[in-house]
């Protein structure tokens, strides 16, 4: 692959396209948007310098080209990478756009957080086999993961191909192997989500605590292993099984007491009003750059 | 607080003995185990060199010195960790033990997981309003988070000195506002814990893609901010306030979707299982000594 096609130039298709840039893929990019250009550009100047941070020099950049039409930027690409808006309707459509147009081997990978690859393929009349979700974390230049999700009714050949694709530039590729909401990633994140909101919201804890409580503890850890690997270190000399057998039961304890919050307009207030606290008069925009810089040392310190 | 008592050298009170010394307090253990001081040289070996690696070389080292009783480790001591075995019938008569023998102002601080203050504090009948938690993440030398657990019977000027103590010796401190069934942090655990037991219970993915779509995804941004103050980022210019009215929507379906899985037999052997396959041969020490070099780099880089 050689080629790459990215439908949708917001957030998302503008990272995709830094990162193919820089990886030396030339990336034909359509986005009906007129700020679309400045905003490619704008992404990719701060996720070079991102890169270069992290990775040094790029080999031979590729070459970006906006087109005009969804059939002028899907035509000769090896891959299509679609990201536009998220709506169900709106994916369907661009889906069939792209799969009208573009060579029918082509294999079509959707950037969606929130759709089932069988939904996306109902746009794909040509050839449903071919679409796919590859689902980034934001921002997909910085982040490793890319879930690879196919319906029952993808082609192997084609979750391979794709899989390889984004193996082949650095990413950490997962395979789902059943469709589910939120497929593997942001169910996780939901899952401690929603008990940091009901901390909150029973009083237990503070918004700053409760997000101390992740960077400072667990969250460390989960940056260097996994849940289950953890625990496999965590039984001593039985290892998983030692864990499970001896420290499952305190964990059925703690799941059976996990809270169940709903966002009601209170709860928002308390999320709300504890951010700002924990902000502590630093703008969003203070704030993202913070994050990023130490996403950029703990990505460097990884190598 | 000069001197320091730790009653309790299993791997939590040799690794505290091993980070105070190293801060430069004196620290009487008491252990009754033969093997106690033989554990403490081996723990305060390899934490030493874990900390002079992310910190360089200590001031002045602290004295150990290991006791013959309780009532000797505590005499004379300004503070009391008590890190004795979990059971609660244990932990209750060491601190009778504890609070009998050391002076009536002297705070006692547990690093129980498992138990409540307010528990505790029956052990204690001479001043019970000085026994709190202080809860550590493994291995305490090297995880920053303290989790501080007064009961509604603690004396806040405890709560407060406690704090201070451990914010002073450069750990991150929380203040958890009520008892809770595993404190803060150990409930976010679960959370995502039970997530991941469900996803591979359910086949949606194995033991390993769970893991690393942790490690490759929001377990890194999870070293680097909290969950509350993510989702204030991810809310764009409307910040926390603009994600849960726009996504707050899609985190409720979310959660109403995510799983209650049981450990069974069954979903035991998958977990088990598939933390062999994921590590393709490595040992429980090769692993250890993999998530303590990945540590000591993180906690290098966050400086």
Redesign the interface.
């Known amino acids: 692959m050689a080629t790459i096609a990215v439908v949708g130039a917001g957030l998302i298709g503008a990272s995709w396209t830094a990162l193919l840039t820089w990886k030396g893929y030339d990336v034909a990019v359509y986005d009906p948007s007129p700020t679309a250009s400045g905003r490619l550009d704008a992404v990719t100047a701060k996720a070079w310098s991102a890169l270069r941070q992290i990775e040094g020099a790029p080999a031979t950049p590729g070459a970006r080209r906006l087109c005009a039409t969804v059939a002028e930027a899907v035509d000769g690409a090896d891959l299509v990478i679609e990201a536009g808006p998220e709506a169900l309707e709106a994916k369907q459509a661009l889906i069939a756009e792209i799969d009208a147009a573009c060579a029918e081997e082509v294999p079509i990978a959707s950037s969606t957080t929130?759709h089932k690859p069988s939904d996306l393929q109902k746009g794909a009349r040509r050839n449903p086999a071919r679409v796919i979700v590859a689902h980034p974390?934001?921002p997909p230049h910085l982040?490793?993961?890319v879930?690879i999700v196919p319906s029952p009714a993808t082609a192997p050949d084609v979750t391979d191909r794709v899989r390889a694709f984004f193996d082949g530039i650095g990413k950490?590729t997962?395979?789902?192997?059943?469709e589910?909401?939120?497929h593997?990633?942001?169910?996780?994140?939901?899952?401690?989500?929603?008990?940091?909101v009901h901390?909150?919201a029973?009083?237990?804890?503070?918004?700053e605590?409760?997000?101390?409580?992740?960077?400072?503890?667990?969250?460390?850890?989960?940056?260097?292993?996994?849940?289950?690997?953890?625990?496999?270190?965590?039984g001593g000399?039985g290892?998983?099984?030692g864990y499970?057998?001896h420290l499952?039961p305190?964990?059925?304890?703690?799941?059976a007491?996990?809270g169940?919050p709903?966002?009601t307009p209170e709860v928002?207030d308390a999320?709300?009003d504890?951010?700002r606290a924990?902000?502590d008069g630093r703008t969003?925009s203070e704030?993202?750059n913070?994050?990023d810089a130490?996403?950029i040392?703990?990505?460097?310190?990884?190598g």
Chains 1, 2 share one sequence.
Do not use: C
């Open positions: 929130a974390f934001n982040i490793p993961l879930e950490t997962i395979l789902v192997k059943r589910a909401t939120g593997i990633a942001n169910r996780l994140a939901a899952a401690l989500y929603r008990e940091a901390l909150v029973e009083g237990i804890a503070s918004v605590d409760v997000d101390k409580a992740v960077t400072a503890g667990p969250g460390l850890r989960w940056s260097v292993m996994g849940p289950h690997m953890l625990y496999h270190l965590g000399a290892g998983y099984r499970l057998d499952g305190a964990q059925e304890r703690r799941w007491d996990l169940a709903s966002l928002k999320l709300v504890g951010v924990e902000a969003l704030l993202e913070e994050r130490a996403l040392a703990l990505l460097k310190a990884r």
